[in-house]
């Protein structure tokens, strides 16, 4: 049995509404390497092709961003 039976992967457009953020905030959060909160392969994948959209796990996005004291007021 796995572990990740929790795991919920949305799309950009989705994860925009529920987490209650603009593209380019969402993408200040996984873009920068250093400074992002959001890791590749545990928070987002990346599309088969450069210019796909990316896939969220929303509940570990969630729990991430409100560690860092962030405050997701829509749960859509």
């Known amino acids: 049995m796995s572990n990740k039976t929790n795991e919920y992967w949305v799309t950009t457009a989705e994860a925009m509404k529920i987490l209650n953020v603009t593209r380019q905030r969402l993408c200040r959060y996984w873009c920068d390497k250093d400074k992002g909160i ?7 994948k990346k599309g088969m092709h450069f210019n796909t959209t990316r896939y969220f796990e929303i509940n570990s996005c969630k729990a991430t961003l409100l560690q860092h004291g962030y405050m997701i007021v829509n749960t859509a």
């Open 38 to 44: 959001l890791i590749e392969n545990k928070h987002w």
